[in-house]
């Protein structure tokens, strides 16, 4: 698999999984009705900051990853990353080349850490992947998110040094 930084021209192929995760309601903090327009700029990010897409052999999206800075000013020396694979490849260590990807990218940038704001605790797969590349819960915000199918859970704040 390929990463590379993603285009205007990938938007396309990305926003059918994008839009369907986040209407899903069960592992971001975004609208459910998050339209197109407002979702290619929030994802699409320009440098300093990058966005990138995992592309399989043929040329497919598999997945996608933005990265940035977590703070301004006198906290901009911590990164933080979002994530988002395509239902059709879970599985199959796209989210974990997205993560390893987004830490190389912020170490090789200068920052000292990383940090994760809002990880849904009934994410799993998310905190079970995190966890093995070196994040630690600092600490959950109880009640944090609404699921759809279980109620009010915590939201996690994870963290890496780099």
């Known amino acids: 698999m390929l990463i590379r930084d993603a285009t205007a021209e990938d938007w396309p192929a990305i926003w059918p999984f994008f ?14 009705d998050l339209g197109e327009d407002d979702a290619r700029s929030w994802w699409l990010l320009t440098r300093p900051n990058r966005t990138v897409v995992a592309v399989g052999d043929d040329g497919t999206i598999l997945g ?3 990265m940035n800075n977590n703070h301004m000013g006198n ?6 990353a979002s994530y988002m694979v395509d239902p059709r490849y879970s599985g199959q260590g ?8 987004t830490l190389d990218w912020a170490r ?8 994760f704001n809002a990880v849904v605790e009934t994410n799993t797969h998310a905190v079970r ?34």
């Open 94 to 101: 796209v989210g974990r080349a997205l993560c390893v990807h």
């Open 75 to 80: 906290g901009s020396h911590i990164a933080s």
């Open 129 to 162: 992947l995190y966890r093995s590349l070196g994040f630690e819960i600092l600490g959950t915000l109880p009640e944090g998110f609404r699921h759809p199918a279980h109620g009010f859970v915590g939201l996690h704040v994870m963290y890496r040094r780099l």
């Open 108 to 115: 090789s940038s200068g920052f000292r850490a990383m940090q």
């Open 64 to 66: 996608t990853a933005k």
């Open 19 to 32: 839009h369907d995760i986040v209407a899903a309601g069960e592992t971001y903090t975004y609208p459910l």
